[in-house]
């Protein structure tokens, strides 16, 4: 592993621990003393991603995972929380052993977790996921938000 602050190849492991779906490293460089992490992963080989124009191109957790840390860009979110979003939605859908994914199915997945983690983050995340034309569809969609659920016949009954 090569230092990413002096680029030396002599570095050496000073703990190691099981992370979420990785093993969490730390690692010090022999030259210039710098601590830093590393995550190890199993790579797996994911489904296809089938995009709205019909390209396909392998699966991308970064891509994935940086589209949710945008959304969530000055939120009282977690890195770890958004960690799990993203560990969610990916463990759905590879393990689903389907080879394609249309990116409106993980789109709708990562909105879903979003809308109960943060509803800026939903908005913030949707706005550019549902491609409104205009500001009447991002107000139409902030008013869904906004509008409590309807409640359920047992919180109902324990009203009464």
């Given amino acids: 592993m090569r230092c990413p602050k002096c680029g030396s190849g002599e570095t050496r492991v ?4 099981d992370a979420t779906n990785a093993v969490r490293r730390r690692r010090l460089c022999e030259n210039c003393g710098n601590r830093f ?10 489904p296809l991603v089938v995009k709205r124009d019909s390209t ?15 959304a ?30 249309p990116t409106s199915e993980i789109g709708t997945a990562v ?7 943060d509803e800026v983050a939903y908005i913030r995340f949707a706005s550019v996921y549902l491609r409104f034309r205009d500001v009447n569809g ?14 359920s016949e047992d919180q109902l009954a324990m009203e009464l």
Avoid: H
């Avoid at 590393?38 to 080989?45: K, P």
């Avoid at 860009?73 to 590879?94: H, W």
């Avoid at 909105?111 to 983690?117: K, Y």
């Fill in 14 to 17: 000073v703990d190691s621990r």
């Fill in 37 to 46: 992490t590393t995550y190890e992963r199993v790579e797996v080989l994911g």
């Fill in 56 to 70: 396909r191109e392998a699966w991308n957790r970064t891509k994935l995972a940086e589209g949710v840390r945008i």
């Fill in 72 to 101: 969530c860009t000055k939120r009282p979110i977690s890195s770890v929380r958004i960690e799990a979003l993203v560990d969610g939605v990916e463990a759905q859908f590879i393990g689903s052993g389907r080879q394609e994914i």
């Fill in 111 to 117: 909105m879903r977790r979003l809308r109960e983690l």
């Fill in 138 to 151: 991002f107000l139409e969609e902030v008013e869904r938000v906004r509008r409590p659920a309807r409640p």
